[in-house]
């Protein structure tokens, strides 16, 4: 909406269409409801229509339209609607796109640090997942993206504890995956992982992956189950591994200027109802990472549940702890090992 429009001279067209379009109007010509938006945001996802992720933020849009009197209105475009990964990232950061979820692994291009968290194995359940993301290592890691001009939410979203899927076998142990040809997200973190696992790893972006999979450019990729089944995974994968080899979340990022350039009031209740939306978020994935499983072998897909010993062992002993630990630095490695304990 343009500063004109936003003035108190009511349009001819309001007139014509009165309370079925623009809003009903008092006699003194003020709009009393419905009305048009002043604030237009895109949000913007990688992730399907019917995740969780989409679900919660379409609730928390119609929450935030409501409660400004239809001021804000936060488009939604899921699916990688606008690009990949890659290029909504560009697009947040040059206002293209106002909002925009993104794993801290793949914004680690960007802001070396914030792919700490992926660090193989390094929360044993969620509590401890929510201790660290929502304490001290999260505020380090929101510091850290501040820099870059971009706004960073309060609470990131649940991606998952995420498992390794192969059109071809099992993985039962760190020796099975040698040579294997793995899809990773854009992300030198996860690149390196998997090269020190010893497997053959390309990073390719979310939009790319069903089809990477069905055309066999690689033979499986790892993701938590919910998104295994969301986006369909498992018409192109046949066995899933419960590695749980990392736990991975989105960062809720938005343009700083145009964050800036919102009213408090306005930015005030934005952040309270994307609060609402991630917490009920983070339900919404771990009950599916209960349930999901027995659908997708329901499905035809094979499990099996390794024991982690062998993964950690091939890291520790290919140097990717400390490799890492350098990258990061030990004032970042102490606020992740508050909560992980030594990493090595
Ligand atoms: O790209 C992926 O694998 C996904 C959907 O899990 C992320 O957003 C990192």
Redesign the pocket.
Known sequence: MTAASRSTTIPRRAFIQGAAGIGALTAIGQPVFAQTAEYTLKWAN??PATHPSTIRIREAADAIKKETNGKVDIQIFPNNQLGG?TDMLSQVRSGAIDIFP??G??LQTLVPVAGINGLAFAFKDYPTVWAAMDGDLGAYVRAAIAKVNLYTFDKCLD?GY?NITTSTKPINAAADLKGFKIRV?VSPLWTSMFKDLGASPTGI??SE?YSALQTRVVDG????LA?IEI?KLYEVQKYCSLTRHMW?G?WILANGKRWNSLPPDIQAVINKHVTVAVEKQRDDIRRLDNTVEGELKAKGMIFNDPDPKSFRDTLSKAGFYQYWRTKFGEEAMSKLEKYSGKLA
Do not use: G
């Not at 990729?221 to 938590?224: D, I, T």
């Open positions: 990688n992730i990964d993104l794993s692994l793949i991606n995420r997200p972006n979310f992956v990729q790892e993701n938590p998104i986006a991975d989105q």
